[in-house]
């Protein structure tokens, strides 16, 4: 290899030094790319948490109003019950 002059030297190494450059840059912009990208990402996951917390609390209503139901149900079944027995009582009677 021939001797190069200190001219091409610090030619060659400005060269080399803007390539890394570009692959800085380049590896930057991907960077901010997946920064942006996980922002969203993150946005995304807090409406998410927000719904599923809307959809609990939705649950939690179903159940009461389940709860309330099965009590009425319960007390009318009872009703019914006593009704019932009522009539046989007043059959005996007769």
């Known amino acids: 290899m021939a001797e190069m002059t200190d001219r091409e030297f610090l030619s060659a190494m400005l060269g080399r030094i803007n390539e890394i ?4 840059k380049a590896i930057k912009d991907r960077v901010d ?9 993150e946005d995304r996951m807090g409406n998410l948490e927000n719904r599923m917390g809307k959809l609990e609390d939705t649950v939690q209503e179903i159940k009461q109003v389940q709860i ?3 009590e009425q149900i319960a007390g009318i079944a009872v009703t019914m019950m006593e009704h019932a027995a009522s009539i046989r009582t007043l059959k005996l009677v007769k």
């Open 21 to 24: 450059g570009a692959d800085v």
């Open 68 to 70: 309330q139901q099965s």
């Open 33 to 41: 790319s997946m920064d942006r990208r996980m922002g969203n990402l």
